[in-house]
């Protein structure tokens, strides 16, 4: 019923930008929080970046400064621009929201994207 379409993803070396997008679509009544997320290999999920439904936003401690939510209420879509782009950064990318369906005003669900894979060359 519901979908994240991701896409921005690819290849980079050091110090170049990316932007990253994503798109929720179907029985939505309203999108609450968004955000994004990592996997590297080898490693857990980690958290990059979410943004509330009055644009609050928190980051990483790895990407501040460097890294920029945002969001189109209009689109339902989330963005992360990523500038100066380190290695480190390499990974696979998810989205997720946090939606309130139609017909359900009175929950909450979480719903994760595809994952876009980012690669930094040095």
């Known amino acids: 019923q519901v979908q994240l379409v991701e896409s921005g993803g690819g290849l980079v070396q050091a110090g170049g930008s990316l932007r990253l997008s994503c798109r929720a679509s179907?029985?939505?009544?309203?999108?609450?929080?968004m955000g994004w997320y990592r996997q590297a290999p080898g490693k857990q999920r980690e958290l990059v970046a979410t943004?509330?439904?009055?644009?609050?936003?928190n980051y990483a401690d790895s990407v501040k400064g460097r890294f920029t939510i945002s969001r189109d209420n209009y689109k339902n879509t989330v963005y992360l621009q990523m500038d100066s782009l380190k290695p480190e950064d390499t990974a696979v990318y998810y989205c997720?929201?946090?939606?309130?369906?139609?017909?359900?005003?009175?929950?909450?669900?979480?719903?994760w994207g595809q994952g876009t894979q980012v690669t930094v060359s040095s």
């Open positions: 943004i509330t439904s009055t644009r609050s936003t």
């Open positions: 179907g029985g939505i009544f309203s999108i609450n929080s």
């Open positions: 997720n929201t946090d939606v309130i369906l139609l017909g359900q005003p009175g929950r909450q669900y979480g719903y």
